[in-house]
């Protein structure tokens, strides 16, 4: 069984949103001719409280951008941004989410960020995501989304760390960074992820 994971199509990552990622917005009418190619289809939803922790406008004394050490864990000072109930926080308008079978929603919690679809930052507290594409068969994941050196990235370190064999589709995902991202895929590939393009699926 193969699941298309689809990480944060949200209107406050797409340019002229909170935190824009370059071009985030060319990635949605690619996910929505793949999404018939799947057996599975699940979304994660960034959905953060009002003044969550990882918002710079929550502390004093913070730049934005800046490395804080929040509780013990590197936290990035991030725009405020997928505010549940805002607009931004609303998937792409043009996002199809009718073959969207479940939509995980993270970051939730006012105190702790959390990148991957799977855990918070912690690693403390599931999202029940796991539990839920083991029950349903799946072994394979394929992962789209934004932004790719962050949520997408995260999201796939953990779904190794659970069994679950992993691809990224190149063309499927857009980065805040280059740099960062290069680094990022690097570290997938050294894991074993297999990087793809959608023309191969
Ligand atoms: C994300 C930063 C903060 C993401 C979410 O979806 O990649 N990045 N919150
Ligand atoms: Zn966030």
Not at 172 to 195: H, P, Q
């Amino acid at each position: 069984m193969k699941a298309l994971i689809l990480i944060d199509v949200q209107n406050d990552f797409m340019p002229g949103g909170a935190l824009a990622v370059p071009q985030g917005d060319e990635i949605v009418p690619l996910i929505n001719e793949l999404q018939e190619k799947f057996d599975l289809v699940v979304a994660t939803q960034d959905w953060h409280p009002q003044g969550h922790a990882s918002f710079v406008s929550s502390h004093k004394n913070a730049e934005l951008y800046e490395v804080i050490n929040l509780d013990g864990i590197k936290q990035v000072m991030w725009p405020e941004h997928c505010i549940q109930g805002s607009k931004g926080a609303e998937f792409h308008p043009k996002l199809n989410l009718n073959p969207v079978e479940a939509i995980f929603r993270k970051g939730t919690d006012p105190k702790i960020d959390s990148y991957s679809g799977f855990y918070d930052n912690a690693h403390l507290k599931t999202t029940g995501l796991a539990g839920y594409l083991n029950e349903k068969g799946v072994t394979e994941l394929y992962f789209a989304g934004l932004a790719a050196e962050y949520c997408v990235y995260f999201s796939i370190l953990d779904a190794v760390k659970e069994g679950f064999k992993s691809c990224l589709i190149e063309d499927a995902t857009r980065a805040l960074s280059s740099e960062d991202f290069k680094k990022a895929k690097r570290d997938l590939k050294d894991k074993g992820v297999k990087l793809l393009s959608s023309s191969e699926i």
